[in-house]
């Protein structure tokens, strides 16, 4: 067994060919990068993204985001990462660089044993999970560029399968939504925020703008389910298709009791974390909301779509004021997902990379290796 891994080792450094079941040039192109002598080294500095609007949701307002930016360099190549830590979900600057001084990827060979990697990055503390996913993130774009290959390659989807990404309108007062819903014309498909006394002022004051579809995110903000689903009714009526978090994530009953009666969509998203979630989901909520700042990054992120789609649920994908980093890592996922919300950053004013961008409201993925960025 182990004279074979030898051999199969020396066989890739060579850069030869190996069996027939692998794709020749990938592993070819992926050999000269791989040196047994290499080890990763893991970089992070703190940044504050700067936003261009107040941001308001059901429990909270505020004007910037704590990021922190990682690099992954292993034998002259470089992988980049972020952590994106809204104070509500209890992640900081002080977490994440704690977590993170404590990260040693050198004791890993071989890059590509993701498995092997995240697990013990994992297992260093509980939580953190947009500390893990910053590591998985730059490692995921690292290997990509081993191989010389986009990730939506690496795992078979077809880019043009991107879909339109949603473009997000906080609670506010009237005058500032039919603004905002106005600065958002390019987009197909618009996403608010609920929860408050001001839905129905929410809904009506962008329906007074424009006819497109809306998807609703109520951040847990309803607490009767009957008024709930009369709600609902009057929502799918204003041609809402979809409701996320519509109840606390405690409170299972009541939002089984409002999936099964519902007249649109119900996604699971607070109430959604990491992978053993997708399954308490099921007959809960119609979909799921996977972000990669919640699920530890792109490895679980991926799993968690599998496994949603094979329970007969739906996928949105979401994201955080994030640079184009964390957005570009998520687009990789969206040729498969049935919403997407990937308007991160576009509501930064200070991003540091140029990656998936949205043209015409579509996410657009860059045809480069790895998660696709350039620094700016
Ligand atoms: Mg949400």
Request: proline share 5%; aromatic share 6%; glycine share 8%.
């Amino acid at each position: 067994m182990n004279n074979r891994r030898d051999f199969l080792k020396t066989t890739l450094l060579a850069g030869a060919s190996i069996g027939a079941g692998i794709p020749g040039p990938l592993i070819a192109g992926a050999s000269a990068r791989i040196n047994s002598n290499a080890r990763m080294k893991l970089r992070f500095r703190p940044y504050t993204l700067e936003l261009k609007h107040v941001f308001t949701i059901a429990t909270s307002s505020r004007t910037t985001t704590p990021v922190v930016l990682t690099e992954v360099e292993y034998n002259g190549m470089i992988g980049y990462g972020e952590a994106s830590m809204p104070p509500y979900l209890g992640e900081s600057h002080e977490s994440a660089t704690t977590f993170l001084s404590k990260v040693d990827l050198s004791r890993f060979e071989n890059p590509f044993e993701l498995e092997s990697i995240m697990e013990y990055v994992d297992g260093l503390a509980p939580g953190n999970p947009a500390a893990k996913a910053s590591v998985d993130i730059a490692i995921h774009d690292l290997l990509g560029k081993i191989m010389n290959q986009p990730w939506y390659n690496i795992w078979g989807y077809d880019k043009k399968l991107a879909p339109p990404t949603s473009f997000t309108i906080g609670i506010d007062k009237e005058d500032v939504v039919r603004q905002k819903t106005k600065e958002a014309a390019e987009f197909k498909i618009l996403k608010v925020k609920l929860g408050r006394d001001t839905d129905r002022m929410m809904i009506e004051t962008i329906r007074s703008v424009t006819d497109k579809p809306i998807t609703a995110d109520v951040n847990q903000g309803w607490k009767d389910r009957a008024a709930a689903l009369e709600m609902l009714h009057w929502l799918k009526e204003k041609g809402v298709v979809m409701i996320e978090q519509p109840m606390p994530k405690e409170q299972i009953d009541n939002n089984a009791w409002l999936t099964e009666r519902s007249p649109i969509p119900t996604f699971g998203d607070e109430a959604v974390q990491r992978l053993p979630d997708v399954k308490k989901a099921h007959g809960v909520y119609s979909g799921i909301n996977i972000k990669l700042m919640k699920s530890t990054g792109m490895r679980e992120a991926h799993k968690m779509m599998e496994l949603a789609r094979s329970l007969g649920m739906q996928v949105m994908l979401g994201c955080m004021t994030e640079t184009s980093c964390a957005i570009s890592a998520a687009s990789h996922l969206s040729p498969m997902v049935d919403f997407a919300d990937l308007d991160g950053a576009l509501l930064i004013s200070n991003d540091v990379y140029d990656g998936t961008k949205v043209i015409d409201g579509k996410v657009v993925l860059m045809e480069r290796p790895g998660i696709g960025l350039k620094k700016l």
